[in-house]
């Protein structure tokens, strides 16, 4: 280890200390708002004539009031109407569906769910098994409801650009195949032939991962979910929530009395008052280039394979849509931002913080010569929830066990999100034998502290190790 990473590590541990010290310090919720800004994303563009549902502006009562319209909220919708046909269902979106991450990330429907931790053989499988199930239930699902959905399943990579990461991953990789689990070590040439990445040094392959774009899965769902009773109110944020047998769900011209709510808000949480201490939004950036003529892609040489992200603590991650577009996110400080108090809106236009895209562009044009120059066609913020561990947590809370919820997923939420909705159905109808003992069920989040110590923590730890927060592996 250099000097400079083991004063880095140092830092690290101090400031971790520190935030468990003043984690126990709170301010009121009251000096935070929701703030809903608009989905700009390639995702969205590909949805022009979408129109929203009405807000809702009565009193009604459900078995189940949904809030939040994105894949945690749509697949509960989903798997409980399949489930309990006969139950009442209602879904809240503060803006329209597909406005929050779901329609705003990058893109890639990858296995596994962050930050579990050390699991044993038998639990590392079949914590794979649930993923590669929930995207084959993706594709299942496009497919029964003719689906007008964007989407590859031809394999993601997570490249490695440091040669000894690469020799690590490669016995990972034989470790995984002898439980079996079939991911692929692909060596620097091996990697070139399906992207022509320059300054790696092998990658995993998973050819069952792939890409989806989940505006259009998301509001593709809408008519099936309609058609199934489930009842879907837009531009109806939420604003209080008063629990009890019956939870009351206040939005600005309505309310919904629930037997039981789902709380699918992720980097929103907080601002209905819960999970204040256990994420923070963090703001990533990703733009994309317009659609690639096939001599310009051969040209960048990507030929094969739905995308790739890097090893760096500021990932890089970039997928290729069907229609030609590359879309990249990460891949420099700057391109990822944490704004005091919580803050779940990018203030302005993401086009006039060039500066982060100019930097973001600098690291494509290094991995994919001829990119760097390229025009930007589309470029947007996306507000994710980060927790220290980088776990997410699937499960019911309350005193009368109806608040169920799914959040933190860190940034590798695309399929988690859509394996929530049938957990948390699992969940409410006491079927979960596939679920027993799964390290992100009812799991418990580090503390984070709050302001002001939260937004000067995160200032810290970023321009000093140039890490996002995160808690050191002890
Ligand atoms: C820029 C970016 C890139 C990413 N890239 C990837 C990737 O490539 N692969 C991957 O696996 N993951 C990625 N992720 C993470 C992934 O997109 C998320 O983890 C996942 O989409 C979370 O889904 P969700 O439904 O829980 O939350 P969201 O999609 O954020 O949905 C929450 C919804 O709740 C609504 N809402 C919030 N508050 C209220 C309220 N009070 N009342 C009513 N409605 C409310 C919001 O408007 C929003 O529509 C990325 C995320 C971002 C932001």
Redesign the pocket.
Known sequence: MSTNQSFAKKIEAGLYQAARGVSKLSYPLSWEK?E?DENRSLWAAYTPDYTANSALDQTESADLCI???????ISTAYHFSVQYPNKKVIL????KL?????????????NWVYGTGVMSDDMTHRVYSATHETIDHIEATIKKHGLDVSYRRDGCFEVFTDEQRAIEAKKEVEYLNNIGVPIQFLDADQVRQKINLQGVYGGLFDPSEGQLN?VQFIRGLKSVLEARGVKIYEN???TKINEGKTVEVVTKSGTVNAKAIVL?????TG??GYFRKSFFPLH?H?FSTPPLSEDESKKIGWAGSAGFSDDLNRIS?ATKTNEGHVVF?GGSNISYGYLFNSRTAYPGSPHSATAAFDDMQKTMGQYLPGTGAMKRAHMW????AISLRRNCSIGVRGENKNVYY??G?S?????A?NMAGRIITDLYGGNMAKWQGMPFVNADFSPIPLEPFRWAGYQMMTRLTGKSPREPHR
């Open positions: 929701l809903v809030i939040g319209g994105g894949f945690t909220g809240l979106e503060a803006k597909a406005n929050g991450a779901s329609g705003r990330n990058g893109g890639m429907m990858l989940g109806s944020p939420v699918a808000t992720n980097g929103y601002k209905l990533s990703v991650y996110g913020t996306g507000t994710l799914a959040l997923y940034g590798h939420g695309v399929t999100a």
